[in-house]
Nanobody, 125 residues
Framework: VQLQAFGGGLVQAGGSLRLACAAS????????TAWFRQAPEKDRKFVSA????????YYTDSVKGRFTISRDNAKNTVYLQMNSLKPDDTAVYYC???????????????????WGQGTQVTVSS
């Protein structure tokens, strides 16, 4: 499985961006897909995840009400719509895919099997 993330850029505080994560290869082996982010000199942190079917999603508290994750399985693509962006959202954003079926969400980066290359999001104040 290969993941490619794109859609990052520079935006002013309060603005919006939409990230996309396109999967290719053996996509049938993927269960949940997630977004993580990593700010300079900080650990990689969980942002949001969506189930294989797209009917359930999970968010870290700091983005609830501002970010929306969705997927288009016909295009093998997961999106992250980011609204009301803040300077603290500045980071490299990575998409990741989990091939393990789980009964609960996992926010641990080491649990995810496939990773995209990352896309930079910069929010200016």
């Amino acid at each position: 499985v290969q993941l490619q993330a794109f859609g990052g850029g520079l935006v002013q505080a309060g603005g919006s961006l939409r990230l996309a994560c396109a999967a290719s290869g053996r996509t049938g082996t993927i269960d949940a897909t997630a977004w993580f982010r990593q700010a300079p000199e900080k650990d990689r942190k969980f942002v949001s995840a969506i189930s294989r079917s797209g009917d359930s999603a999970y968010y870290t508290d700091s983005v609830k009400g501002r970010f929306t994750i969705s997927r288009d399985n016909a295009k093998n693509t997961v999106y992250l719509q980011m609204n009301s962006l803040k300077p603290d959202d500045t980071a490299v954003y990575y998409c990741a895919a989990d091939r393990t079926y789980r009964t609960d969400w996992t926010t641990a980066a080491y649990e995810y099997d496939y990773w995209g290359q990352g896309t930079q999001v910069t929010v200016s104040s």
